[in-house]
């Protein structure tokens, strides 16, 4: 099979609520997304992304639209964290996404597969769709999806 990828990095801070040591306070990461593609190679003499399944500026684009922009320097907070949430609420115009589940790099990397799932979803009408996703939450603790 043959697929690209493309990584980007983002800061985000969170919190898991019940945690049994130092992941129960409030701290950040600096992660990073790995976004692999598949699809077929575009075959359009003289154009921009003849011989590419998509060019990789478009892949950032899309993941800076759709997910980087939006959790980049936010705050991911389980939606029933009702007290970080009410602490959040408190500071003007602060950047918070509100999460369906507690912000794990697993549940992170499935929100995020979620999101960019759609996004990709055969731009080209050539079978573009995402693959695989890679979080990282540190240089040692990552978390991987691959499609069904
Ligand atoms: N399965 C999971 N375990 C843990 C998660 C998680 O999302 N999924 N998250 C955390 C903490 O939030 C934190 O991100 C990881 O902290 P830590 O274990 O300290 O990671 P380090 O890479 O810094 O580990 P070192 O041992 O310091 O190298 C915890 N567990
Ligand atoms: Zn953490």
Known sequence: MLTITRKLEFDAGHRIPDHKSQCRNL???????????VGNVIEQEGSS????????SDVKALAKQY?????DHAFLVYEKDVAV???LDSLPGHKTVIIDRIPTVENLAQTAFDILKIAYQ???????????????????????ITAD
Not at 27 to 37: A, C, D, P, Q, S
Not at 49 to 56: A, L, Q, V, Y
Request: net charge negative.
């Open 67 to 71: 997910l980087i922009d939006v959790w």
């Open 27 to 37: 701290h950040g990461h600096r992660y990073t997304v790995e976004i692999t593609l």
């Open 85 to 87: 949430r009410g602490f």
């Open 49 to 56: 992304d003849n011989g590419m399944i998509m060019d990789f």
């Open 122 to 144: 055969d731009r080209y009408g050539t079978g573009l769709r995402l693959h695989k996703l890679v979080l990282h939450e540190t240089p040692n603790c990552w978390a991987e």
